[in-house]
């Protein structure tokens, strides 16, 4: 149960972060790349735009291998023998009516 709710916190971590640094493009180039148009500055405009392209790949990476470990730290039922569903145990436990009569029939 433990590693099924690490696992969740990280995706949503990631889903977080992924959501963030797509926000952070602009589908025309420019988002965060545009807003830093000095000469001064450390990362230039391409290396910004090639930074948050590969953090979005990164990140739909490692989002779609935690959804796929998830599949094995599912915690599953320890139970010997699984009878069927819900809806069909309550379905087996209705008994239906032993006095049930037919609605009477319209006369025309």
């Given at each position: 149960?433990?590693?099924?709710?690490?696992?969740?916190?990280?995706?949503?971590?990631?889903?977080?972060?992924?959501?963030?640094?797509?926000?952070?493009?602009?589908?025309?180039?420019?988002?965060?790349?545009?807003?830093?148009?000095?000469?001064?500055?450390?990362?230039?405009?391409?290396?910004?735009?090639?930074?948050?392209?590969?953090?979005?790949?990164?990140?739909?990476?490692?989002?779609?291998?935690?959804?796929?470990?998830t599949i094995f730290?599912?915690?599953?039922?320890?139970?010997?023998?699984?009878?069927g569903t819900e809806?069909?145990?309550?379905?087996?436990?209705?008994?239906?009516?032993?006095?049930?009569?037919?609605?009477?029939?319209?006369?025309?």
């Amino acid at each position: 149960m433990g590693s099924f709710i690490f696992v969740s916190v990280l995706i949503l971590i990631v889903c977080v972060l992924l959501t963030l640094v797509v926000l952070v493009q602009n589908s025309k180039g420019g988002g965060l790349a545009s807003n830093f148009s000095s000469s001064n500055q450390i990362m230039g405009v391409r290396k910004t735009a090639d930074f948050l392209e590969k953090a979005t790949w990164t990140l739909a990476a490692a989002l779609l291998v935690l959804s796929m470990i998830t599949i094995f730290v599912i915690p599953r039922s320890t139970g010997t023998k699984v009878k069927g569903t819900e809806l069909q145990e309550q379905i087996d436990k209705n008994v239906a009516p032993s006095n049930y009569q037919a609605p009477p029939a319209q006369k025309k």
